[in-house]
Nanobody, 124 residues
Framework: QVQLVESGGGLVQAGGSLRLSCAAS????????MGWFRQAPGKEREFVAV???????YYADSVKGRFTISRDKAKNTVYLQMNSLKPEDTAAYYC??????????????????WGQGTPVTVSS
């Protein structure tokens, strides 16, 4: 199994930046696709970004050009660098691990392990 712990959330003004971290346990970290999802109050959890087992990256249209996902295999850690933050980015951000196939990388149901979430608030 895989245990995930997110950190780095907080309060930031619009236009500012934050870097989220997701520390993973286990010996097969590189065998998993690692994704970031977010959930605002009253809304469904939505896809944000993913780095696949082959280290390809994909982003939701809403964050493309502003967010960057990266993986440090030596530290068993995945990062989400968030720049030019907007109030609509406010949400709880979750790290997830799984072995999705093909375009299933975008689906929450294809991820088996989840962190507890870290809140991000962007003020106007």
């Amino acid at each position: 199994q895989v245990q995930l712990v997110e950190s780095g959330g907080g309060l930031v003004q619009a236009g500012g930046s934050l870097r989220l971290s997701c520390a993973a346990s286990g010996r097969t970290f590189s065998s998993y696709s690692m994704g970031w999802f977010r959930q605002a109050p009253g809304k469904e959890r939505e896809f944000v970004a993913v780095t696949t087992r082959s280290s390809s990256t994909y982003y939701a249209d809403s964050v493309k050009g502003r967010f960057t996902i990266s993986r440090d295999k030596a530290k068993n850690t995945v990062y989400l660098q968030m720049n030019s933050l907007k109030p609509e980015d406010t949400a709880a951000y979750y790290c997830a691990a799984g072995r999705p196939v093909g375009l299933n990388i975008y689906s929450t149901g294809q991820y088996d392990y989840w962190g507890q979430g870290t809140p991000v608030t962007v003020s106007s």
